[in-house]
């Protein structure tokens, strides 16, 4: 469920939409089929915690994603992560009927892939949501 809530907003918000295209065609979840067109993001789940309460669990979890924008340039890269982190940090709200409390940043890093010749940006993220 969360995924799909983190997908429907990154698919909905304008400024990533610009650079990588309209839904599906530039977010992808865990892998990018091959031969897709330049820039795209690839996002997948890599934990994800229940919280618990003295004696109950509570319907809050505490999701990690990490987040990875490619381009042919470090630059076009950039520009996507950019834009990622302004679709994601410190979002609030019901997506896909998840409520999202909040969401923050946690790591960036550039690199870059010999084999492909692609440059990316990669981001993690924490996702505090109800369940």
């Known amino acids: 469920m969360i995924d799909e809530a983190i997908f429907s907003r990154l698919s909905n918000y304008a400024g990533l939409t610009a650079l990588v295209g309209t839904s599906p065609a530039g977010i992808f979840p865990v892998i990018a089929p091959q031969d897709v067109a330049r820039p795209f993001v690839v996002f997948q789940k890599i934990s994800n915690e229940r919280i618990s309460a003295m004696g109950s669990d509570t319907d809050i979890a505490r999701a990690r994603f990490q987040f990875t924008s490619y381009a042919e340039t470090h630059e076009g890269a950039r520009d996507v992560g950019k834009q990622v982190r302004l679709a ?34 990669v981001q993690d993220f924490e996702v505090i949501h109800r369940e």
């Not at 709200?93 to 870059?112: K, P, S, W």
Request: aromatic share 8%; no cysteine.
């Open 88 to 121: 994601l940090q410190r979002y609030s709200g019901v997506v896909a009927t998840v409520t999202i409390d909040d969401i923050f940043i946690e790591n960036e890093l550039d690199d870059y892939d010999p084999e492909t010749l692609l440059h990316s940006k």
